[in-house]
T-cell receptor, first 114, second 109 residues
């Protein structure tokens, strides 16, 4: 089934630990995104990539890093997790960055940092 | 600054009509999107408006007024499965989406 796969679905993590959230898409979309969703707030963009080999910072990039070695994969790394990074993380993709930029989302990764 | 405002929660009755409003303020404008998000699930695309007017898609319609920075999502013949959060998002000058916090729609029998 075409779409976006995120892993893990859920994780509890000790503060200070390193964590990588995985995201893979099979739609050959050029653009990929990482958002976090917190209660009472809109989706906030962490990092994005318009095409393989390029990345950019979103609204809330601090404490996170990404890489885009190929079209399909876009992992998000928390180098040293802190409790404020407790959130639901959504990976998304789109086939372009202009016009009707419709996003397809993964199922989300729920991360709890203690 | 950039901002999206929409009501936090609305309640409606099965079979009725509900209108969810959204006002936006962005640097540049590249379209207004509505997404549906059921609890514990990912957002899914509902509609896109870039020109003024009404776009109809089955039971769902979306309206845009660019001069007023205003959009609404109209849901007709409400069904229990329409209970979800509805997210309004506007594309800015860099084609990045600015998201509202979402409107939780509760449908009562």
């Amino acid at each position: 089934i075409a779409g976006i796969t995120q892993a893990p679905t859920s994780q509890i993590l000790a503060a200070g630990r390193r964590m990588t959230l995985r995201c893979t898409q099979d739609m050959r979309h050029n653009a990929m995104y990482w958002y976090r969703q917190d209660l009472g707030l809109g989706l906030r963009l962490i990092h994005y990539s318009n095409t393989a080999g390029t990345t950019g910072k979103g609204e809330v990039p601090d404490g996170y890093s990404v890489s885009r070695a190929n079209t399909d994969d876009f992992p998000l790394t928390l180098a040293s997790a802190v409790p404020s990074q407790t959130s639901v993380y959504f990976c998304a993709s789109s086939d372009g960055n202009s016009g009707a930029n419709v996003l397809t989302f993964g199922a989300g990764s729920r991360l709890t940092v203690l | 600054g950039q901002n999206i405002d929409q009501p936090t929660e609305m309640t409606a009755t099965e079979g009725a009509i509900v209108q969810i409003n959204c006002t936006y303020q962005t640097s540049g404008f590249n379209g207004l999107f509505w997404y549906q998000q059921h609890a514990g699930e990912a957002p899914t695309f509902l509609s896109y408006n870039v020109l003024d007017g009404l776009e109809e898609k089955g039971r769902f319609s979306s309206f845009l007024s660019r001069s007023k920075g205003y959009s609404y999502l109209l849901l007709k013949e409400l069904q229990m499965k329409d209970s979800a959060s509805y997210l309004c998002a506007a594309g800015d000058s860099n084609y990045q989406l600015i998201w509202g916090a979402g409107t939780k729609l509760i449908i009562k029998p």
